[in-house]
């Protein structure tokens, strides 16, 4: 990301904390808040190496959760808002491709609704 995205998010970020402050009309989201990072495409000690510098910036650890998932995190909470640096491993990536192969090539029977069990009361 180049210096002058940077600079644009934090101006929107900080324009959206203004906005939403000075207009308590406007609801804001009744959940916590995530804003991702992603390394750009590269081999898995590469984007691991990217995430592990970004975890030593923000003092923290890596996030052993979705490791067995092959999403290589960390992050920091300000507050309901969490940034998080992540990289999807090859093998993670590999198997998302594999699995949305099939999107659209598997079509169920179409629900009938006079053989269709009654719903339960």
């Given at each position: 990301m180049s210096t002058i995205d940077r600079m644009a998010i934090v101006a929107g970020l900080r324009a959206l904390a203004d906005f939403l402050e000075a207009t308590p009309?406007?609801?804001a989201p009744d959940f916590p808040i995530s804003i991702r990072c992603f390394?750009?495409?590269?081999?898995?000690?590469?984007?691991?190496?990217?995430i592990d510098h970004i975890a030593e910036l923000?003092?923290?650890?890596?996030?052993?959760?979705?490791?067995p998932?092959?999403?290589y995190k960390t992050g920091l909470d300000f507050g309901p808002v969490r940034f998080e640096a992540a990289a999807?491993?090859?093998g993670a990536r590999a198997r998302y491709a594999a699995e949305?192969?099939?999107?659209?090539c598997v079509q169920?029977?179409?629900?009938n609704s006079t053989t269709d069990p009654a719903p339960a009361a």
């Open positions: 009309a406007i609801p390394p750009k495409r590269g081999s898995d000690a590469e984007i691991r190496a990217e923000l003092g923290t650890e890596i996030d052993p959760d979705d490791l998932f092959g999403h999807v491993l090859a949305s192969s099939y999107f659209g169920p029977d179409p629900i």
